[in-house]
């Protein structure tokens, strides 16, 4: 069973992976965006531990739709609203329950995950976020393995976003230009799946 500690261990993980991966996000960002992909999620996920840090959260969801709602009001651009309504979303469907299981937690991440995709309007082939997280939920199921799986499924998305021509966001405004370059929204989606695991492992 999953409480309100797992899921904060979570975010913390997040926010040091994305702290340790900042300047790649933003290089990657540099190439098909506006190179600020990078900081803006340091400074969500920052502000997302602090704010756990200073309220208290009774419930996996609690703490999943604080964290939300904190990437929603400090992440300027596309990334916090998605990133946003992606951890919202998983939490609303958790509800208040104290304790969640695997499988609970995996039917609640596909719920953000097609939040997401509502929300961007996007779906996976199109060079976005989406890319990584598609493959990351069908891979999960009841079992702590799972999850793992979905962090290397996340990965492999992420590598093929390389040659695709991207569809939506700023770097569909490049056109054949975007060929070649890995997206970021997918590289910084695989970081928080790669969180997930390392919390459901420890």
């Not at 261990?9 to 960002?29: C, K, N, P, S, Y």
């Not at 097609?114 to 199921?141: H, I, N, Y």
């Not at 997206?183 to 790669?194: E, H, Q, V, W």
Request: net charge negative; glycine share 10%; hydrophobic share 45%.
């Amino acid at each position: 069973m999953l409480d309100a500690d797992f899921c904060r261990r979570w975010m913390q993980a997040a926010a040091g992976l994305i702290d340790q991966e900042v300047d790649r996000l933003t290089e990657l960002d540099s190439a098909i965006g506006d190179a600020d992909h990078g900081a803006n999620m340091q400074r969500g996920f920052t502000a997302v531990t602090e704010a756990l840090a200073q309220q208290e959260a009774g419930s996996p969801g609690e703490v999943l739709v604080l964290a939300g709602r904190e990437l929603i009001s400090k992440v300027g651009g596309a990334s916090g609203p998605l990133y946003g309504t992606l951890l919202r979303r998983t939490g609303k469907e958790l509800g208040d329950a104290p304790e969640v299981t695997l499988a609970q937690l995996s039917a609640a991440l596909r719920a953000g995950v097609a939040a997401v995709a509502q929300l961007g309007g996007a779906r996976a082939g199109d060079k976005t976020m989406l890319d990584a997280l598609e493959p990351a939920v069908a891979a999960l199921d009841d079992t702590a393995a799972s999850f793992d799986a979905a962090r290397a499924a996340a990965e492999q998305g992420t590598l093929e976003t390389v040659p695709m021509q991207a569809r939506k966001g700023r770097a569909s405004y490049l056109g054949e230009r975007s060929i070649g370059h890995e997206d970021p929204g997918a590289a910084s989606s695989a970081l928080l799946m790669a969180a997930l695991a390392q919390a459901v492992a420890s």
